[in-house]
């Protein structure tokens, strides 16, 4: 996912410096610091159960971009186990 372009605006009601997501305006500071609370991951974590989810994970990994990356990471892994060992 690219990242949504920030701009600054007025200072939010948190205090922070008023550095702003272009879309929808949220303070990047307060978006940062709601995903870190329990409530998020727990959100983001029952998403992860739905079958709609799954669905579309699973079609992700049919694509050749994520195929390639696939074998791009396990060629690293294994270069670093190699150098480890100091093949
Ligand atoms: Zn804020």
Do not use: F, I
């Not at 550095?19 to 998020?40: D, F, I, L, M, W």
């Not at 727990?42 to 079609?59: F, S």
């Amino acid at each position: 996912m690219t990242k949504a372009k920030t701009y600054k605006g007025k200072p939010c009601k948190r205090g922070h410096d008023g550095t702003r997501y272009t879309s929808g305006g949220e303070c990047v500071e307060c978006n940062k610091a709601r995903q870190q609370t329990p409530e998020y991951k727990a959100y983001k974590k029952a998403r992860k159960q739905t079958p709609e989810y799954k669905a579309y994970e699973k079609a992700r990994q049919q694509t050749p971009e994520y195929k390639a990356y696939g074998k791009a990471y396990r060629l690293r892994v294994q270069e670093g186990v190699l150098k480890l060992l100091g093949w």
